[in-house]
């Protein structure tokens, strides 16, 4: 026998190799393996076994990493979907499907010296002083690991042993697993009685499940797969229902049903809402009673350690259901009876870094491959996702009211040109946020204030000579950052110190001043304007390690903070009653971006952020600030209406031919020497021309600068095509760039259904 192994190093080619005589019967398709290559030792996957080899003189496999193969054969087939949709190499694919802590060659359980009391056979013996305390804390406890014992009886491990040598006690090594979540205190919940809407959509996603039994969809070998993608079959439902509509208890109950059947659940939510309480809901849901099993949980604030036990729990079965971020999707969940994409619009879904995979869409195949249910839901939903619905492809389930029926919050939207007038400058709050903050203050009431930039200010400038501090790495201005009186690169991270006057050698003027306004200097103003309020801020630049979020939200929770200042990090998923007021800085930052999904994540953003107000007896209040007050995405998003924002926006990229009328695909071309990046661009656009013919509507724009032209020192030139024959692109651009040649120092980056055109 032989087995063919795709190695950790993108060859886009797989090797060879015998199964050795000891190995025999262990190695299987999707076994993680080390092997030979050249002088160094390399570890791959096992993709196929087969009699005979056309080399000959193979090498033999070394060993074999796990006691399971590590890949299944359906993760195999997603992880080929994915090198070929994506353009990336199939190795790099397959490298994605498992988590770094999984695929090292030592990983392991951790293994544990554990103390246990052995029955006394006669009498104690006479033991030392230190012997003998150590001897009643193990007594009391039976059992109790060696490190803990040690700490507790002030002890060394010495003595222990001497307990061992006296035959009193036993020190075994015990496989002990790590539970991220082992010290928090669940209590078991039950199923809800749901209302009417949730009822209905209930009932479609079981029916769904239950019918998914039959086989459903089937899909031939690895890679003729692609299709699928754009053309789902109805088992993909999109739960369309603003925050507290209940929409989390429909999962709940879903993955109930999936678990009835049989069949495990995967749900994905963004990162950024991987709080304890969202994971929280899911454990004590299903920690007692005949549905009982174990969540796993995989993000990226778990150790290595934690992050390996929490994978193999599922690929051994005992976890039955995953909740985790973007990668969480490759989780070995079998069988597979649904998959739960919430906050579907998030744009962390998407991968920034090869291979670029958008998790939603890889839900969507992995569903279709292996027959399980696709649950996409929102508030606001992802005009992709919503036309697939008006298509037929996805089934729309509307959830209108809040469970709870509370009224939606009352938006308003302030003019800040007004505001402006007769000021110097532009003011960080209008009158009336001022007028409505100083009131719940008054009343002992919350406010959350949102600006999606952190720092102090957005950049230092000359007002004499117009300098401005700019990254010399990136073209981008620097931001001052006044605690620790830096200036800092957002993109690279440059750090400089602040100027005592103009750098500018012909102006030096001592009076630069700080332009724009960040988180910091929102907080700072507050403390101005508010001496007696609580104010928190919760930024990247607050919040360093994974406590700190915890800690601030815990005490705003307990009514220890009166104003809570944040980015992005504040705007979704957190729930806190006592919010009566969320004021948002400045509205229309976004939507001067030059991206063409500008509008639709300003509206989205808004109607996140205006989410977290209002959500206890008393009703909401929220103010949005803008300089373009009568923007449609602010105006449709003070009137809570998606539909209307989507009818208006559809149209504009129905005209431009966007998405979801076509599919992008950007080509970022990078170098230090912008000459050559140039020239490779313009080279690259012509070997596109040639593919023209081959498409119905395939449209090249570019090549042109990139919105972020230079960054980390390189310079950056794109190459946009658009065409709704994406599949067929995509193996064309994998042939051609592979075909390419590029002057030694530019390099090309394929993005496939790109969302950060920067
Ligand atoms: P969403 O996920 O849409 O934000 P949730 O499922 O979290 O909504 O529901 C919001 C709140 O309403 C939660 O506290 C939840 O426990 C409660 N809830 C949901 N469905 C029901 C129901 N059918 N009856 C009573 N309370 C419910
Ligand atoms: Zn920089």
Redesign the pocket.
């Known amino acids: 026998m032989i087995a063919r192994v795709s190695l950790e190093i993108a060859l886009r080619k797989e090797f060879d190799y015998a199964i050795p005589p000891e190995l025999t019967g262990a190695v299987d398709v999707g076994s993680r393996v080390q092997v030979p290559f050249g002088p160094r030792k390399i570890l791959g996957v096992v993709t196929a076994l087969a009699e005979e080899s056309a080399h000959t003189n193979l090498k033999p496999i070394l060993k074999i990493i796990g006691a399971q193969t590590l890949v299944t054969p359906k993760i195999l087939k997603l992880a080929r979907w994915i090198g070929e949709y994506y353009c990336c190499a199939p190795e790099t694919a397959l490298k994605s499907v498992l988590p770094e802590a999984v695929r090292k060659e030592d990983a392991g359980w951790r293994e544990r010296l554990l103390v246990r009391v052995l029955p006394l056979v006669g009498d104690l013996p006479k033991l030392a002083k230190r012997q003998q305390e150590v001897w009643n804390i193990v007594e009391e406890r039976r059992e109790i690991l060696l490190s803990e014992l040690v700490a507790l009886a002030e002890t060394t491990a010495a003595t222990v042993r001497k307990l061992e040598d006296h035959g009193l006690v036993s020190i075994t090594s015990e496989i002990s697993e790590r539970d991220p979540y082992a010290h928090e205190h669940i209590l078991p919940t039950q199923p809800?009685?749901?209302?009417a809407e949730?009822a209905v959509a209930f009932g479609k996603i079981i029916a769904a499940i239950k019918h998914g039994e039959d086989g459903g969809l089937k899909i031939g070998n690895g890679a003729r797969a692609p299709s699928s993608i754009l053309h789902p079959q109805s088992s993909t439902f999109l739960l369309h229902?603003?925050?507290?509509?209940?929409?989390?208890?429909?999962?709940?109950q879903a993955i109930a049903h999936a678990l009835e059947q049989g069949k495990g659940a995967i749900v994905l939510v963004p990162e950024i809402s991987l709080t304890p309480q969202t994971v929280e809901?899911f454990k004590a849901r299903f920690s007692s009673g005949p549905l009982q099993t174990l969540v796993a949980v995989l993000h990226s604030h778990l150790s290595a350690g934690e992050r390996h036990d929490e994978w193999h729990k599922i690929r051994q079965g005992r976890a039955r259901i995953v909740i985790g971020a973007r990668s969480a999707i490759f989780a070995p969940v079998e069988p597979l009876g649904l998959i739960i994409v919430?906050e579907e619009h998030e744009h962390t879904y998407k991968q920034e870094e090869t291979p670029r995979y958008h998790a939603r869409d890889v839900a969507i195949v992995r569903g279709q491959m292996e027959s399980a249910v696709v649950v996409l839901?929102s508030?606001t939903p992802s005009l992709e996702s919503f036309y697939n619905c008006q298509q037929g492809k996805y089934t729309l389930l509307e959830?209108r009211d809040?469970?709870?029926n509370q009224k939606m919050p009352r938006v308003r939207v302030v003019d800040m040109r007004q505001a402006a007038r007769g000021e110097k400058g532009i003011p960080i709050f209008s009158p009336q946020l001022k007028e409505a903050m100083t009131q719940r203050l008054e009343r002992g009431e919350q406010t959350i204030l949102f600006l999606n930039r952190r720092g102090f200010s957005t950049s230092l400038q000359c007002p004499k000579c117009g300098y401005v501090a700019e990254c010399p790495n990136c073209s981008i201005s620097l931001t001052f950052h006044r605690q620790e009186q830096k200036l800092c690169c957002h993109i690279c991270n440059h750090v400089e110190r602040v100027p005592p006057v103009c750098p500018n050698e012909k102006c030096k003027n001592p009076a630069i001043r700080y332009a724009g306004t960040g988180t910091q200097r929102v907080e700072e103003t507050l403390a101005k304007l508010f001496p007696q309020a609580r104010i928190k801020r919760m930024d990247a630049d607050t919040m360093k390690r994974k406590e700190d979020y915890r800690r601030v939200l815990g005490d705003f929770k307990a009514g220890k903070i009166d104003i809570l200042v944040g980015t992005q990090m504040i705007a979704k998923g957190l729930?806190f009653p006592n919010v009566t007021l969320v004021g948002i800085i400045y509205a229309d930052m976004a939507l001067h971006q030059p991206d063409f999904r500008a509008s639709e994540r300003t509206f989205q953003l808004l109607t996140q952020v205006a989410g977290r107000a209002g959500r206890g007896d008393v009703e909401g209040e929220v103010f949005v600030q803008a300089f373009t007050p009568f923007h449609p995405a602010i105006q449709f998003a003070r009137r809570h209406d998606f539909a209307g924002f989507y009818a208006q926006e559809t149209e504009f990229r129905e005209q431009l031919k966007y998405p979801p009328f076509s599919r992008v695909a950007l080509l970022t071309l990078k170098g230090r020497n912008e000459e050559k990046v140039i020239f490779s661009a313009d080279h690259l656009r012509r070997d596109l021309e040639k593919e023209q013919p081959n498409f119905k509507d395939l449209v090249i724009a570019g090549p042109a600068p990139a919105p972020l032209l230079k960054a980390e020192t390189f310079y950056r030139h794109q190459i946009m095509l658009r065409t709704r024959q994406m599949t067929k692109l995509s193996a064309r651009l994998a042939k051609l760039t592979s075909e390419l040649v590029l002057p030694e120092d530019v390099t090309l980056a394929v993005d496939i259904d790109p969302v950060n055109l920067g």
Do not use: F, M, P, W
């Open positions: 809800l009685t749901l209302n949730q229902g603003v925050t507290g509509s209940g929409k989390t208890e429909i999962y709940l809901r919430d839901g508030a959830l809040r469970v709870d729930h």
